[in-house]
C-alpha cells in the first residue's frame, strides 16, 4: 500500500502570510502513460466534511480561491497558500489515487499565529 | 446542487450489524463511482469501499474486507454500507463521498456529505 506522510503536523500562520503544506508518497504516484500525478489535497474546518481544493497535483477545484496552489511530482508534493486567510484555518489532508487501495495523509492543522 | 445526505449511524455492540445509506440528487447518480470514507473521532481520513457505476466492480480497505459490503441502487439514487461483525475500531464517523469516474478507481471524492456517526461499545 502506498503511505502518504505530511509535514508539518501543525503550522502557525499569520495572517496574509504563506503557508506551505508538505506530501510525500512512498512510491511514485505519477502515471508515465498520461504524465499526470494522482494527488489530491482536502480541507476539513471543524464539524465539516472535507472538501476538495486540488486534484491531479496542481488543478483548483471549481470555486476555490486562485490563492491555493499545489504543485510537484512523482513523490513530492506541496500545497501552498500564498496569503492566509481567516477563512482558511483548518486541517488539509492529501490523498493518493494511483492505487485502488486510496490513502490520506496523516493530516496537517494549520493555525493562526 | 449536489447533495449526499448519510444515514443509519447508531451505538451498536461489538459484534452486531449496521447499514448505512446515502441518499444523493443534484446529479447523474449512475454516471459516478461511490465511496464511503470514515473518519473516528479527532483522528485522520480512512478509504473504506468504493463501488463503480452499475454495481459490478467493488474494492475495500483490508480492515473491513469480509466484513463490510458496499452496494447502489441506482433506481433510488442510494448508496449501502453493510457493516457485519463490527468492532470496536470501527466507531468512527461515515462518509459517504461521490468519485471523480464512472470507475472505482482513480478517483477524488467530491462532495461529501456531512457524515453519520457509528459508535461500536460494549
Known amino acids: 500500500d502506498i503511505v502518504m506522510t505530511q509535514s508539518p503536523d501543525s503550522l502557525a500562520v499569520s495572517l496574509g502570510e504563506r503557508a506551505t503544506i508538505n506530501c510525500k508518497s512512498s512510491?511514485?504516484?505519477?502515471?508515465?502513460?498520461?504524465?499526470?500525478?494522482?494527488l489530491a489535497w482536502y480541507q476539513q474546518k471543524p464539524g465539516q466534511p472535507p472538501k476538495l481544493l486540488i486534484y491531479?497535483?496542481?488543478t483548483r477545484a471549481s470555486g476555490v480561491p486562485d490563492r491555493f496552489s499545489g504543485s510537484g511530482s512523482g513523490t513530492d508534493f506541496t500545497l501552498t497558500i500564498s496569503s492566509l486567510q481567516a477563512e482558511d484555518v483548518a486541517v488539509y489532508y492529501c490523498?493518493?489515487?494511483?492505487?485502488?487501495?486510496?490513502?490520506f495523509g496523516q493530516g496537517t492543522k494549520l493555525e493562526f499565529k | 446542487e449536489v447533495q449526499l445526505v448519510e444515514s443509519g449511524g447508531d451505538l451498536v455492540q461489538p459484534g452486531r450489524s449496521l447499514r448505512l445509506s446515502c441518499a444523493a440528487s443534484?446529479?447523474?447518480?449512475?454516471?459516478?463511482?461511490m465511496h464511503w470514507v470514515r473518519q473516528a473521532p479527532g483522528k485522520g481520513l480512512e478509504w473504506v469501499s468504493g463501488?463503480?457505476?452499475?454495481?459490478?466492480?467493488?474494492r475495500y480497505a483490508d480492515s473491513v474486507k469480509g466484513r463490510f459490503t458496499i452496494s447502489r441502487d441506482n433506481a433510488r439514487n442510494s448508496l449501502y454500507l453493510q457493516m457485519n461483525s463490527l468492532r470496536l475500531e470501527d466507531t468512527a464517523f461515515y462518509f459517504c463521498?461521490?468519485?471523480?469516474?464512472?470507475?472505482?478507481?482513480?478517483?477524488?471524492?467530491?462532495?461529501w456529505g456531512q457524515g453519520t456517526l457509528v459508535t461500536v461499545s460494549p
Open positions: 490523498q493518493q489515487y494511483y492505487s485502488t487501495h486510496y490513502s
Open positions: 512510491q511514485s504516484i505519477l502515471y508515465s502513460s498520461n504524465n499526470k500525478n494522482y
Open positions: 463521498a461521490k468519485g471523480s469516474t464512472i470507475s472505482e478507481t482513480y478517483n477524488w471524492f467530491d462532495p
Open positions: 463501488i463503480n457505476w452499475n454495481n459490478s466492480s467493488t
Open positions: 443534484g446529479f447523474t447518480f449512475d454516471d459516478y463511482a
Open positions: 491531479w497535483a496542481s
